[in-house]
């Protein structure tokens, strides 16, 4: 940490911007995968091809993020909590950007859909889980960025309920393709969003993760801290960087 009081200051200024920084990225991935949902259900390929151009807005917030956090470190040499969040706001910066990918995607087969003018098969389960996704990644990263332990856990608890609609919505599927032939294309891209939604899901578990590591010093991906012990809460210099979820 800086010395000085001018210093240290500074650094909080900084620290501050970068919150911002991860919010306001947080509330764009967020509209992302509204919107493209919308565009979806509603048919409306006017706001899918708004979601694909806007992805280039997240691209820039995520290197942004990145450099000042990269500057940081290296510049103030921060220790413990501080040094955590920093960390973690590289991995939180990058995990928001794959979120606005996938959002993409979901857009893009919106715009198949549209474009062979099928019938889509209902699947009223798909807006739940836009819905329960969108809370996840919310709730994800107020707990990183207010250092919520509690919170943290609960957005990885509350995945196993949009993991579990994923595969509700594939069997419904699977039903309506072997029952009715015309229903195949349609089908699959559905089967495409819904795949799409459970990564995003998969993100924000992994920044609450991110904040349980922030808040508390623990690893909880993969039960880390239980298979390292105490040793796991005593790590402030060394971070630990086990796998995160494939998205």
Do not use: C
Not at 39 to 51: C, G, S, Y
């Amino acid at each position: 940490m800086p010395n000085s009081a001018g210093g240290y200051r500074h650094f909080h200024d900084e620290l501050a911007v970068l919150k911002q920084r991860l919010l306001d990225m947080s509330e764009r991935a967020e509209t992302l995968v509204d919107l493209s949902v919308e565009a979806l259900m509603e048919r409306d390929r006017e706001k899918a091809q708004t979601v694909i151009d806007a992805d280039r807005e997240l691209d820039r917030l995520e290197v942004e993020a990145e450099n000042l956090a990269i500057s940081l470190l290296a510049l103030q040499q921060p220790m413990a909590r501080d040094l955590r969040f920093l960390i973690g706001a590289i991995k939180v910066s990058s995990d928001l950007e794959r979120v606005g990918d996938h959002a993409v995607n979901i857009a893009q087969s919106a715009v198949r859909i549209i474009e062979s003018r099928a019938a889509m098969p209902p699947l009223p389960a798909l807006a739940d889980m836009a819905r329960r996704a969108r809370a996840m990644l919310s709730d994800a990263l107020d707990a990183f960025i207010r250092g919520d332990g509690a919170l943290g856990r609960a957005v990885g608890k509350a995945d196993d309920q949009v993991d579990a609609l994923h595969e509700g919505i594939f069997r419904t599927l699977l039903t309506y393709m072997m029952t009715d032939a015309r229903t195949i294309a349609p089908s699959l891209e559905l089967l495409l969003v819904s795949r799409n939604l459970e990564r995003v899901g998969d993100l924000a578990t992994n920044i609450g993760e991110d904040a349980v590591y922030l808040a508390e010093g623990k690893q909880i991906r993969h039960r880390w801290d239980e298979e390292h012990g105490d040793n796991a809460t005593n790590a402030t210099t060394v971070v630990p960087t086990p796998s995160r979820r494939e998205a």
